[in-house]
């Protein structure tokens, strides 16, 4: 069964960097894989930041950036701010219209 | 402005079947460019897919879920479906409809607001 990671939780400064990851428990993060990712405050529905690897979404500040690192997805916050606190999902597109979500980052900014 | 509406009962007992009800507002319903599907979130959890329904009534189901759910459409209400059978506490959720682009973007891009289903007796 596949199985899309995440960090459980990340502390980071006001202003400060952080990068969240997305890998899976066997095999490499590629972006055959379409990797997404998402905002989710509380009670709203997750809103897609980067899309297709490093893709913006329309509105998505532009601290908000997609990558691949190594063997992972990667979405690195910089300069975050207070109301980057929040939880966040990758995706991962696993073909024949599958997508498995990851099971979330919870960020803290202090 | 795309609006997705979430509609049925909120309390189901187990060993029942859920069923939900995803509204939608705009004529990209019935488009060849989307798929429509279902997406759950246990309370205090994570997010997991549930299946897509295309215009046509194709379908695809998570292969976790895939023996007890059933995901339908009816272009002539702007509607699709989703049936879970046999649910447990473990089906307690947080249950969303989202839209999902065909081409290379392959992001859930507009979502429900939710509906949140207990199973208990």
């Known amino acids: 069964q596949t199985v899309v990671t995440q960090e459980p939780s990340f502390s980071v400064s006001p202003g400060g960097t952080v990068t969240l990851t997305c890998g899976l428990t066997?095999?490499?993060?590629?972006?055959?894989?379409?990797p997404t990712w998402y905002q989710q405050t509380p009670g709203q529905p997750p809103r897609t930041l980067i899309y297709?690897?490093?893709t913006r979404s329309s509105g998505v500040p532009d601290r908000f950036s997609g990558s691949i690192l190594g063997n992972k997805a990667a979405l690195t916050i910089t300069g975050a701010q207070a109301d980057d606190e929040c939880d966040y999902f990758c995706?991962?597109?696993?073909?024949?219209?599958?997508?498995?979500f990851g099971g979330g980052t919870k960020v803290t900014v202090l | 402005q795309l609006q997705l509406q979430e509609s049925g009962p909120g309390l189901v007992n187990p060993s029942e079947t859920l069923s939900l009800t995803c509204t939608v507002s705009d004529g990209s319903f019935t488009t060849s460019f989307y798929y429509w599907a279902w997406i759950r979130q246990s309370p205090g959890k994570g997010l997991e897919w549930i299946g897509s329904?295309?215009?046509?009534?194709?379908?695809s189901y998570n292969p976790s879920l895939s023996s007890r759910v059933t995901i339908s459409i009816d272009t002539s209400k702007n509607q699709f479906s989703l049936k879970l059978s046999s649910v447990t506490a473990a089906d307690t959720a947080l249950y969303y409809c989202?839209?999902?682009?065909?081409?290379?973007?392959?992001?859930?891009?507009?979502w429900g607001q939710g509906t949140l289903v207990t199973v208990s007796s």
């Open positions: 329904v295309y215009y046509s009534g194709s379908t």
């Open positions: 995706v991962l597109y696993m073909g024949s219209d599958i997508s498995i």
């Open positions: 297709n690897t490093n």
């Open positions: 066997s095999g490499s993060v590629s972006p055959s894989y379409y």
């Open positions: 989202a839209r999902r682009a065909t081409g290379a973007r392959k992001d859930f891009d507009y």
